[in-house]
């Protein structure tokens, strides 16, 4: 079975600064990763998606992960936070056996300060 | 907008009692799929439908069952609801059950048990 570990239940970071959020995952086949954002009382929308084309995958505003293998991992970053930014970003698993089910980690909450 | 509607928003009811929860999926997609959203589970998966017929099932409890009609629409009934099930709950969907296609949430339904 698949899992993925998300480092760091909180981050904060001041507006303007590098945004790293971390995930690793655990599959025994070839995973799909995806990073999602929810903003409060919302729903989950998709940042982003590996699914093993390009290792270094961008996505929506201004995000972007690298797939690294060797590392198990794929983390989330943004070279210049906006206060807008700050929401719960998941990261999530899937492989093609499972029925594009995901499995979440346990998500980080981004703040961003003034 | 994701395209996938949930119904209701809130919903409140006392223990013991049975709600059902409904998901119209995007126009198109198949699959069909089912999320608790709690403080200390973070996002379980619950089950999973493809036109009709369930795929995967994840930690669902015996007292929650759910259907997708031919209409592709979908239901969640939660019965002898239990302080413990309160939390929110998401719906998914996606065009089919294989490959990586990424999955699209609804808002989710909050259920608040009394």
């Known amino acids: 079975a698949q899992s993925v570990t998300q480092l760091g239940s909180h981050v904060s970071v001041s507006e303007g600064a590098l945004v790293l959020l971390r995930c690793n995952y655990s599959s025994s086949v070839p995973p799909y990763l995806f990073w999602y954002v929810q903003y409060p009382n919302q729903g989950l929308q998709l940042l982003l998606k590996?699914?093993?084309?390009?290792?270094l995958v961008k996505g929506i505003n201004g995000f972007e992960a690298e797939f690294k293998k060797s590392e198990t991992s794929f983390h989330l970053t943004k070279p210049s936070a906006h206060m807008s930014d700050a929401a719960e970003y998941f990261c999530?698993?899937?492989?093609?056996?499972?029925?594009?089910?995901?499995?979440f980690g346990g998500g980080t909450r981004l703040m961003v300060k003034p | 907008d994701s395209g996938v509607t949930q119904t209701p928003k809130h919903l409140i009811t006392a223990t013991g009692q049975r709600v059902t929860l409904r998901c119209s999926p995007r126009?198109?997609?198949?699959?069909v799929y089912w999320y608790q959203q709690s403080l200390d589970q973070g996002l379980q998966f619950l089950i999973q439908y493809y036109n009709g017929e369930e795929r995967a099932k994840g930690n669902i409890l015996e007292r929650f069952s759910a259907q997708q009609f031919p209409d592709l629409h979908s239901e969640l009934n939660l019965s002898s609801l239990e302080l413990g099930d309160s939390a929110l709950y998401f719906c998914?969907?996606?065009?089919?059950?294989?490959?990586?296609?990424?999955?699209?949430f609804g808002n989710g339904t909050r259920l608040t048990v009394t």
């Open positions: 998914a969907s996606s065009p089919r059950t294989g490959g990586n296609s990424p999955l699209h």
């Open positions: 590996y699914t093993s084309a390009a290792t």
């Open positions: 999530a698993v899937s492989v093609a056996r499972a029925g594009n089910m995901l499995t």
């Open positions: 126009s198109g997609d198949l699959s």
